[in-house]
């Protein structure tokens, strides 16, 4: 039986959900100076964040629905984050084939024209025209392609950029529970009394707070629901994409996009040097978000767009690993059957004060993208801003950048050479994935070590133990998966037979952990 307890006092805001959104309402609101919380029932981006496209983009397509304001906010962020993140964030130059059948060229023209123009572009290169049978293997793509366009967008490892704000929102002074779910919540006098339980210990514990955020993405509107006292006239469409990985369709370090000739677009780009990615599709999904996964439909779907596009082949039996997300898209005044494609991926926020409207605010948080979250948080913000402290100070997230992302000019390749001297005994390719990985935290993974002796033994591919000690310690890593498809992807290379001396280690490592949270209690 669990057990009941006081923890922590009085907070000004407590956000629901671990997710992009969650951590960038955390790390925005700790930065002006809030007592925050942050609770998240599994593991952080376990949900919809650690399964995009891994894009910062300001969504070309979104132009042929004419949602401007969505695309210049869009590409204003695009510019900025690969600033915060500039370790886990780079330039991508994405190539897109002329296709018969599609859009007319002079259309897609005007749309790459207005794409370079709504925001301003510092870093980025802009739009050229190519035919691809004057490149070197005509890029990978098959003969019948010739004429293209090449555009730039941005690449982020989805999940690491989570963590990033999480441990940015925690150096601010945020509480980050991990593992602990909400359960219920009552309006009081003073604000909200949260009941939430630690997954770890078994433990329920009570939260008093101001004003609380729901950003659950997918279980928003369900968590809204059980809340007394809360209207949920409205709902979220669930929307499922999945992506495979595949061994190299082409050399190069470029992406595509790929003008199917449904309607839709399929992107591709490189993925953990030996591999691409191919996705995402967009499906109705009407199943518990938890079991997502790719359909045969789906999966047969991407290998036969790859197939008509590239000239090297591949099969079923190629794919290397698939991943399947659920996006919660808001869709207000609109069918619930209407064409997933076509949705807003615009965000919308529900502020509800009770029967009176004078109660304590509950913000639910809908729809939002990767690239605009941190635009997102300052809006939260903003909409709070009557019901929060008076002497709030101003949002800071527009300037400061995240943990890890000060590695100077040149991205994380450039860094990964500056670190050679310090770190002469790391290998290239180990040094490279690091620094690709934690950026300037490094050294808070390297700590001590003076040799790759100093690691502890390899439990598998490039994984030392001295990385999964700091994913453990520092990250809130409690799996393998955690550890293995999160915080690293490292899974693509780990051999099978390895992960039960794996589990077995982050089980043995995580027992300290929870025994002081335990004492703590």
Same mark, same amino acid.
């Given at each position: ?34 007592? %925050? +919380? ?35 906010? &869009? ?159 409205? &709902? ?68 036969? %767009? ?70 997102? +948080?300052?809006? %939260? ?124 280690? %982050? ?15």
């Amino acid at each position: 039986m669990s057990q009941t307890r006081d923890k922590r006092g009085v907070y000004d805001l407590l956000v629901i959900g671990g997710g992009i959104n969650g951590a960038g309402v955390a790390v925005d609101a700790a930065g002006r100076g809030l007592n %925050v +919380a942050l609770l998240e029932s599994t593991d952080f981006a376990s949900g919809t964040s650690s399964r995009s496209s891994k894009l910062i983009h300001g969504g070309l397509r979104y132009l042929e629905y004419y949602d401007f304001r969505l695309v210049r906010e &869009s590409l204003s962020e695009r510019e900025r984050l690969m600033k915060k993140a500039a370790h886990i964030a780079w330039p991508l130059r994405f190539v897109m084939p002329v296709v018969k059948g599609t859009k007319p060229s002079w259309l897609v023209r005007i749309g790459l024209f207005l794409y370079d123009h709504l925001a301003p572009r510092v870093t980025l290169k802009g739009t050229e025209t190519v035919r691809l049978s004057k490149r070197a293997n005509q890029m990978g793509f098959r003969g019948e392609f010739d004429k293209a366009f090449i555009y730039s967008d941005c690449w982020v490892d989805d999940a690491r950029l989570v963590i990033a704000n999480l441990k940015g929102a925690e150096a601010e002074g945020a509480h980050i529970f991990a593992r602990t779910a909400f359960q219920t919540a009552e309006r009081t006098e003073d604000g909200w009394r949260v009941t939430a339980l630690d997954q770890d210990t078994g433990t329920t514990f009570v939260l008093s707070a101001q004003t609380i955020v729901n950003a659950a993405g997918p279980w928003a509107v369900p968590i809204a629901q059980t809340v007394p006292g809360v209207t949920t006239d409205y &709902s979220a469409k669930l929307v499922r994409g999945s992506h495979i990985i595949l061994p190299r369709l082409y050399d190069g370090d470029h992406a595509t996009m790929l003008q199917v000739g449904d309607g839709r677009i399929v992107v591709t780009m490189p993925y953990e040097d030996r591999y691409t990615l191919v996705g995402t599709t967009d499906h109705n999904h009407d199943d518990d978000p938890r079991r997502v996964e790719i359909t045969d439909e789906e999966r047969d779907y991407l290998l036969s %767009v790859a197939n008509k596009f590239f000239a090297r082949q591949k099969t079923a039996q190629d794919i290397a690993w698939t991943y399947s997300g659920v996006r919660p898209l808001f869709e207000e005044g609109k069918s619930r059957d209407s064409n997933p494609t076509t949705v807003t991926r615009d965000y919308s926020f529900k502020l509800d004060r009770g029967a009176g409207g004078e109660g304590a605010p509950f913000l639910t948080v809908l729809g939002g993208k990767l690239t605009t979250y941190r635009r997102l +948080a300052d809006h %939260v913000m903003q909409e709070l801003k009557p019901f929060l402290p008076a002497d709030i100070g101003p949002g800071k997230t527009g300037e400061s950048i995240l943990p890890g992302a000060d590695i100077g000019l040149g991205g994380p390749v450039a860094y990964a050479e500056t670190l050679r001297d310090q770190y002469p005994w790391l290998p290239d390719d180990l040094r490279l994935r690091l620094a690709r990985t934690y950026g300037a935290c490094i050294h808070d993974l390297i700590a001590d070590a003076d040799g790759l002796e100093d690691f502890g033994p390899c439990l598998g591919g490039d994984l030392y133990r001295a990385e999964v000690d700091y994913l453990i310690r520092s990250e809130w890593a409690a799996s393998t998966e955690d550890v293995l498809w999160r915080r690293t992807k490292c899974g693509l290379r780990f051999p099978e037979e390895n992960i039960p001396t794996l589990a077995d280690y %982050v089980a043995e490592a995580r027992l300290g952990v929870v025994q002081q949270k335990e004492a703590a209690q």
